[in-house]
Each structure stands twice: as C-alpha cells, then as structure tokens.
C-alpha cells in the first residue's frame, strides 16, 4: 500500500443530496465534473487516490508515458488551453502528463468539488426515489439521481496468485501501483515479470540500476522503437497555429488522432516495395507503424508480411541467436496492443540481464530467495509485477452495484459486459459508464474518446432537465442489437483472433468476449450523434413533460465530423473494413 494513502487525513463521514455522483477522478471524472458543474448540476466527485489523474497518478513505474502523441494526447475542449500548456516531449513522460492532470484541476478550479482517499463501494438503484443510494470506505452516504462511473479502462491490477508469494522475503512491486517515492533497484537483482507494455517501458530503466536482471516472459509481445524526442519551441509555435485543424483531422480518423496512413493493400504491393514502406514507417516509429498498409488487420497474408519484417528487426538487434528467437512473437502482429518502447530490445545484449521462458514451463513458486522456474531457482532481492489489469470490467467489479429489483450488474455481466453503446446498461437506470465496453475506449485516442462521451452525456443530461424526465435506460433489444453489432464488428478484424485483454483472457475465468469497439472512432460518433438527434432511440425516458422534445445540442455538436476518406474508402465501409491501430 502507498504512504499516501496510509496516510488519509481524517474527515467527517458525509451524508448528503446531489444531482450527480462521478466515481473517479482521471480525465474522464474531471471533464465530466467540468461539464456538469457548467451545466448548473450539483457534482461529488469520489477519488481513491490522493490526487487527480486516474491511471497517471497510479502508473508511477520508471519509464512509463503515453504512446500517442502528447500534442494529441490532452484534452480538446478548450483552445486557450491548447495554447497555454507546453508539451516537453514526443511522447510525454507520467510526471508530465499527471502536471497536466493537476493544471487543469487548478485551472477550472475542480479540487473543491472533488473528495480524495475515498473508494466508493456500493451503489443502489432506489426504484422509489428513483435515486442512486452510494457509500463509500470513508462511512459517507449519499445519494444523487445520476451515478457517472468514471473508473478507467486500464485501473485494477492484475495480481496472479502465485504459489509461496508470502514466503519471498523482498519487496514485490505492480507496475499499476508503483510507490509514489520510487523505487531504488541500485545493486540489486530484480526480477521483472511479464514482458507487456509496462515491463517494455521499465525494463530499459531497471537494467541500468540492477546488478542483475532476470525477465519472465510468458508470450512475446510486439513493439517498435518511439524515437521520442524533445520538441523544440519552433516546432510547438507551429502546430499550435494549426491546433483547430489538427484537431478536426483527427476526430475523423478511427483511431481519434492522426497520423499518416498509406491505404494500399500491402497484398498488391511487391516484396521490395512493401520493406521500403515497413523500413520508413519504422523510422517514423510509434503505433502509426501499422498504417504502412490498409490491410495489416484483416488480411492474414498482409500481416504476415509486417510480422515478418518485425521479426528481423528483433533478429538484428539481439545478439544473441537464442534469446532474439524467444523474443520474436508468433501471435499476429498488433493483435494484442502494439507497444512502442526505447531501446527494449537493446536491453537484452547486456551481460546482466536474463530471459527466462516460462511459457511452457510456467513459474511453480516464489521462495524466500526468489522464484523458481523448471527446478532452477532464480534468487532475487525485488520482483516487478508487470502483469496488467483486469481490463475493462475490473474496476466496476471493486464496486457492488445493484439496479432494479437488487438485480447486480456482476450478475449481468457474468458471461461478458452488455452496455447500450457502451455508456449504459438496461435495468440500472441513470447509471453511466465513461468509455465503458462496448465504445471505442482503448482502441482509440483516450482522452478524445472520453471527451466525445462526457459530452453526449452532458448533453443527455441537460436533456432529461429540460423536459423533466426522472430515469433514463436502454431498451433490452437495442442494447443486445448493439452488443451483437459489436461481436459481429470485431470478426472482421485479425485482433478478435489473439488471447488478450481485449477478450478477456488475461484473467482466469473470464467468459472471452471482445470488450471494446473496433468498427472506428467516427462510426461510432455517427452512431451516438444518430441516437441523441432521433430523441435518444434505444433509451426510455420515464417521467417526462414533453417527451417529443427535441433534444438541446450543447456540446456535441463538435463530434459531428465526416469520415476520413484518406483512410477509409468506399470499398473499406462496404467492406466494414476499418483500420486501427
């Protein structure tokens, strides 16, 4: 457990009446409480962290920062904002992305309706009040008629429950919860376990402090060099000229920011050509690497040609023949997420750092001296945990959540999460999720995602109070239409083939079910815009004056945007064919 949090200062438990109860104080908790509060709405924001940032206050790992632009990567709502904050980097590092995080909770002036060191853990549909009843680790009860979950995609951590781990006698840290303080590794032999995209990130960083470095990887895992970058004030004077253009260009792409992308089939291209476009497109660096071509995602002989590309690079730059060859994964190429490191697959030809195969030879147990693997033991003075998270659902199942009739959304969701365009579930009425399953989310820019969904629901919101209405849900058969719709999408996509987060299947006993939305950012947008501009089709207003109302467009009229020919074409949409990355 972190000192801070160790640490809480005492309060009086709160019981009180709002308008609006939001779960999370992240990017999404913050835009959705700056909306809210704008609209005139009464808000308690509820944050189980000291501070605010969401995952960028808790993924304090070395090495850790975004691998979408950072000049990209922030929010979009306000162009004096754009203009007043400096990116340092490319890719900008956690300590900068969470100042971001506090600049704007200072500069809309946000603490003050915000309540830290406080994790809610329960929330209660009350059919009578219709009102959530909600309660949290610090004794408050309140209630409010909307419960907004803001919790994150990528927030509980995944701890496996590995055999003998009380008997290790040093210290074991997760990526996802790192010690505020840092963590020295000077002299020591650490052991890093899992090789996704935070042990990419810290591996290069620990290996310069440890003596020795032990890697335990289960399944190789795909990644291209950032090439980050510092940007120098030339360069930022002249992308903020043109920030309101960037912006616009990226809401129209499928994965929310922009990047350059070659549409060409790499099946029509020939071999020579196609290394030309994988060697510049390696150069460029980042995840924009899987727009060298249109079909790398859904052509399997496409991707093989990419995968194989991949696979030399990673030959090249090990040394030695037997660890490059663990290091070559055999999954499709930017099935699971992509990573983008620096200088990770360089790590590996320093004389202290070890891979250890434990992909059919699983870990049998941690001792009082380390992990042992096959018999051989591996003495360790520290292990990282770099095992990722319950994705998706993981932080709603910290929360014990019950609608209509008592009914739990656990219950719900036992065979995989059901959410009406991935913001609300049938029978929890004026229950919200902020990039919920079912939405685009972690396929797609976060914070341009997040902000297109605080928006509709602001609007949505602002809606049901200009008409009266009391509760608002999904019909059953719209939201299972949605659901099929989103299965049916991710078949088209070589992602949906792959054992990942995405599915699931990172955590025992997980039903497999593609979690979010694949079918492209724009098309998405289209489809809420297409909801709320019909009257919210799909969804029961109860209690409303004027139910024929049209609805107010206050802040969604900014997502309205076109696909992006470039990127898309007409044989793509027929085709359902949408590239991500």
């Known amino acids: 457990m972190l000192a801070e949090s160790k640490a ?3 309060r009086a438990a709160e019981t009180a009446t709002f308008d609006a109860i939001v779960i999370g104080a992240g990017f999404a908790g913050m835009y959705m409480l700056h909306r809210l509060r704008g609209l005139g709405f009464s808000v308690r ?37 754009d203009q007043e904050w400096n990116w340092s980097e490319k890719y900008s590092p956690q300590p900068e992305i969470l100042s971001y995080a506090n600049h ?7 603490r003050r309706h915000i309540v830290f060191d406080t994790r809610v853990t329960a929330a209660r549909f009350d059919e009578g009040e219709k009102c959530w009843r909600i309660e949290t680790d610090r004794g408050d009860r309140v209630t409010a008629r909307f419960c907004i979950m803001a919790v994150g995609c990528l927030s509980a ?22 010690p505020h303080d840092g963590v020295d590794f000077t002299g020591l032999r650490v052991g890093v376990i899992g090789t996704g995209s935070s042990a990419i990130q810290s591996i290069p960083i620990i290996a310069q402090q440890a003596s020795h470095l032990t890697v335990f990887q289960r399944t190789a895992t795909w990644s291209v060099p950032a090439w980050n970058e510092e940007l120098t004030p030339e360069y930022l004077k002249a992308a903020k000229a043109d920030y309101p253009a960037l ?3 990226a809401r129209a792409r499928p994965t929310g920011f922009y990047f350059p992308f070659n549409a060409q089939p790499a099946l029509e291209a020939n071999a020579e050509d196609r290394d030309r476009q994988y060697e510049e497109a390696w150069q460029r660096g980042g995840l924009p690497f899987l727009g060298a071509y249109g079909d790398l995602l859904f052509e399997k002989a496409a991707n093989d040609t990419i995968a194989e590309f991949a696979r030399r ?59 042992e693997v096959g018999g051989i033991a591996y003495k360790l003075d520290a292990i990282v945990s770099a095992t990722g998270f319950a994705a998706m659902t993981g932080s709603f199942d910290r929360i014990a959540i019950a609608g209509r009739g008592g009914r739990t959304l656990a219950e719900k969701w036992r065979a995989g999460p059901r959410a009406y365009l991935g913001i609300a579930s049938e029978g929890f009425p004026n229950l919200f999720m902020i990039t919920g399953p079912g939405s685009p ?11 297109q969904h605080v928006d509709w629901l602001a609007d949505c919101l602002g809606h049901m109070r200009d008409i009266g209405a009391a509760t608002i849900e999904p019909v059953l058969a719209d939201e299972d239409a949605w659901v099929e719709h989103v299965n049916d999408v991710s078949t088209v996509s070589l992602r949906s083939t792959c054992s990942s987060w995405y599915v699931g299947t990172n955590i025992p006993g997980r039903p497999r079910v593609f979690m979010p939305y694949i079918g492209g950012f724009p098309v998405y947008v289209q489809k809420c815009n297409e909801v709320m501009n019909s009257g919210f089709d799909g969804f029961v207003l109860q209690g409303a ?8 467009v206050r802040f969604t009229e900014r997502w309205q945007v076109p696909l992006d020919i470039e990127v898309i074409s007409p044989a793509a949409i027929a085709a359902r064919r949408v590239p991500m990355v």
């Not at 940032?53 to 975004?66: E, F, L, Q, V």
């Not at 704007?104 to 946000?110: C, G, K, M, S």
């Not at 250890?356 to 380390?370: C, K, L, M, W, Y």
């Not at 989310?441 to 902000?451: G, H, R, Y």
Request: charged share 25%.
């Open 45 to 81: 924001v509820y944050e189980a962290g000291s501070g605010v940032g969401g995952t960028w206050y808790w993924n304090r790992y070395p090495g850790a920062r975004c691998d979408v632009e950072s000049l990209q990567y922030s929010f979009s709502f306000s162009e004096e904002l």
């Open 441 to 451: 989310s972690v396929l797609a820019s976060m914070i341009q995602a997040i902000e």
């Open 157 to 178: 951590p995944n701890r496996p429950a590995f055999k003998g781990m009380s008997d290790f006698r040093g210290p074991v840290y997760h990526t996802g919860e790192w």
């Open 247 to 249: 912006r616009a260009k």
């Open 8 to 10: 809480r200062h005492e």
């Open 104 to 110: 704007v909770a200072d500069r809309f002036d946000l």
């Open 313 to 371: 690079k990673i030959r090249n730059i090990v040394k030695d023949a037997a660890t490059a060859e663990l290091l070559c994964p055999e999954n499709v190429f930017g099935c699971k997420r992509l990573c983008v490191d620096t200088g990770y697959f360089e790590t590996y030809n320093l004389p202290h750092v070890k891979l250890v195969d434990v992909s059919n030879t699983p870990i049998e147990r941690f001792t009082a001296e380390g992990i």
């Open 545 to 552: 004056r004027d139910s024929n109302a049209p609805p107010r």
